[in-house]
């Protein structure tokens, strides 16, 4: 067993995220974010999400070889809980991938009201990959103010609403066999090359915002929606790719042109239990009115 340590921590309340937040590792070493990593699953073997695999390994096995994904195991979670309190902490806050895409939020709130004398308040993010990230940076600064939990919490509740995300993708096949095809209509129009830009709902799910024909075509449209979407809001920006770095720099790139008031942008690669339920060639952009 673990001795307690003495040293104070340095916020009040301790801040969690799951691995598919999508935020790099210097912003969770800056904030103090403890990631908790989902699994990647193959038959035979299974790595911890963001720890012992790359999205390109996944990628490079497809389509011989698709894995599947797994929430965090309990004792995982009950383990890192655990130490928190070791650590000094009194108060928690979990902010987790939707619970509409995953059931990692339940369970962390089930085991979390099992752990004595630690409070632990878990938030549904009702998104995923930065949607999520823009809301745990969100809290990271509503830390630094000192305020109580619950009124961290109810601004929180509040600020999820101005986040949305949006993405394409050339197939919906690993979509529909991971089981997150959500509200996404997956239907003859794939062999007609009909590509849907896919966002998500109020109940954190996929839905499809609009369809066009062909992939070109389909990044144009993102480029447009995000476009009107922001108007002359200052927004942070993150545009995001699964294995399709030249077509999501070319998008940043027209991003920047399009859009007057961005205040910070960020470029990355999803996170490889993302990358398992879109395949590769996935560009996405999130975007948070600030």
Request: a neutral charge.
């Amino acid at each position: 067993m673990k001795e307690a340590n003495n040293k104070q921590p340095r916020n009040r309340i301790a801040l969690v995220t799951d691995s598919t937040c999508d935020l790099p590792d210097d912003l969770i070493k800056e904030h103090d974010i403890r990631l908790l990593p989902l699994t990647v699953v193959y038959p035979d073997r299974q790595y911890r999400d963001r720890y012992d695999i790359l999205p390109e390994e996944v990628y490079a096995r497809m389509p011989e070889e698709i894995p599947s994904t797994s929430m965090p195991l309990a004792g995982e979670v009950a383990e890192l809980l655990e130490n928190l309190k070791l650590e000094g902490f009194k108060e928690v806050l979990a902010i987790l991938i939707s619970s509409g895409l995953s059931g990692t939020h339940d369970m962390f709130k089930m085991i979390g009201q099992q752990v004595e004398n630690l409070r632990v308040e878990v938030m549904d993010s009702l998104s995923l990959s930065m949607g999520l990230g823009f809301l745990v940076c969100e809290a990271a600064d509503q830390l630094k103010k000192n305020l109580k939990l619950e009124d961290i919490v109810l601004h929180l509740q509040r600020f999820r609403s101005r986040t949305k995300v949006f993405y394409v993708i050339p197939t919906l096949q690993y979509l529909r066999k991971g089981g997150r095809i959500g509200l996404v209509e997956g239907t003859i129009g794939e062999f007609l090359n009909i590509k849907p830009i896919i966002s998500i709902n109020s109940e954190g799910k996929y839905f499809t915002h609009t369809k066009v024909r062909g992939r070109k075509a389909s990044l144009q449209k993102l480029l447009e929606i995000i476009r009107d979407s922001i108007g002359d809001k200052t927004v942070d920006l993150a545009v995001l790719h699964g294995g399709a770095y030249k077509e999501a720099q070319e998008l940043l790139e027209n991003l920047k042109q399009a859009v007057p008031n961005l205040r910070r942008v960020s470029f990355s690669q999803i996170s490889p239990v993302l990358g398992v339920h879109t395949g590769p060639g996935l560009v996405g952009v999130a975007f948070c009115e600030v």
